[in-house]
T-cell receptor, first 112, second 115 residues
Framework: DIVMTQSPDSLAVSLGERATINCKSSQSLLSSSNNKNYLAWYQQKPGQPPKLLFYWASTRESGVPDRFSASGSGADFTLTISSLQTEDVAVYYC????????FGGGTKVEIK | EAQLLESGGGLVQPGESLRLSCTASGFTFSTSSMSWVRQAPGKGLEWVSGIGGSGDGISYADFVRGRFTISRDNSKNTLYLQMDSLRADDTALYYCVPNWYCGYWGQGTLITVSS
C-alpha cells in the first residue's frame, strides 16, 4: 500500500504571505508509461466536500486562482499558496491515484 | 456535468448492517474504476474500498476487510457498499469517487454507529 505523508500538520501564515505544504509518498508516483505523476491536491472547507485544485501533480483545475501552484515528481510534492487570502483558510490534502487511492493526513492552513 | 449522489446512510447500532448506494451521471460509469472514501468527524480522508469498471479488481482497506462488500450495477450506473458488523469507529461521512482525481465530489452520506 502507498502511504502519503503530509507536513506540516498545520500552519499559520499572515495574509499575503506564502504557505507551503509538503507531501511525500512511500513509493514513486511517476508512471514510466506516460511520464505522469499520479498525484492530486484538494482543498476542503468545513461542511464541504473536497475541492480539486491540481491533478497530475501540477495541472491546475479550471477556476483555481493562480496564487496556487503545485510541483514535484516521483515521491516528493509541494503545494504553494503564494499570497494567502482569507478564503484560503482550509484543510489541504494530497492524494495518490497510482494504485487505488491514498490521502495524506491533511494540512490545516490558518491566518496568523 | 459529472455528478455523484450517495445515499443510504443513517443511525445504526453496533453490529448492525447498512447498504450504501452511489448513483453516477455525466460520465461513462461502466468503464470507470470507483472507490468509497470516508471521513470521520473532524478527521482526514480515508480510502475504504475500490472496484474495477467491470466489477473486477476489488480491494479493501484492512480495517473493513471481511465486514464490507463493494459491488456495482453498471446497468443502473450505481455503486454499492454493503456494510456488516458495523462498529462505532465506522462512524463517518462516506463518499464515492472515481479511482482517479475527482473534481465532482458528492455531498456524501453520513453513517452513525451508536447504541
Amino acid at each position: 500500500d502507498i502511504v502519503m505523508t503530509q507536513s506540516p500538520d498545520s500552519l499559520a501564515v499572515s495574509l499575503g504571505e506564502r504557505a507551503t505544504i509538503n507531501c511525500k509518498s512511500s513509493q514513486s508516483l511517476l508512471s514510466s508509461s506516460n511520464n505522469k505523476n499520479y498525484l492530486a491536491w484538494y482543498q476542503q472547507k468545513p461542511g464541504q466536500p473536497p475541492k480539486l485544485l491540481f491533478y497530475w501533480a501540477s495541472t491546475r483545475e479550471s477556476g483555481v486562482p493562480d496564487r496556487f501552484s503545485a510541483s514535484g515528481s516521483g515521491a516528493d510534492f509541494t503545494l504553494t499558496i503564494s499570497s494567502l487570502q482569507t478564503e484560503d483558510v482550509a484543510v489541504y490534502y494530497c492524494q495518490q491515484y497510482y494504485s487505488y487511492l491514498t490521502f495524506g493526513g491533511g494540512t490545516k492552513v490558518e491566518i496568523k | 456535468e459529472a455528478q455523484l449522489l450517495e445515499s443510504g446512510g443513517g443511525l445504526v447500532q453496533p453490529g448492525e448492517s447498512l447498504r450504501l448506494s452511489c448513483t453516477a451521471s455525466g460520465f461513462t460509469f461502466s468503464t470507470s474504476s470507483m472507490s468509497w472514501v470516508r471521513q470521520a468527524p473532524g478527521k482526514g480522508l480515508e480510502w475504504v474500498s475500490g472496484i474495477g469498471g467491470s466489477g473486477d479488481g476489488i480491494s479493501y482497506a484492512d480495517f473493513v476487510r471481511g465486514r464490507f462488500t463493494i459491488s456495482r450495477d453498471n446497468s443502473k450506473n450505481t455503486l454499492y457498499l454493503q456494510m456488516d458488523s458495523l462498529r462505532a469507529d465506522d462512524t463517518a461521512l462516506y463518499y464515492c469517487v472515481p479511482n482517479w482525481y475527482c473534481g465532482y465530489w458528492g455531498q456524501g452520506t453520513l453513517i452513525t454507529v451508536s447504541s
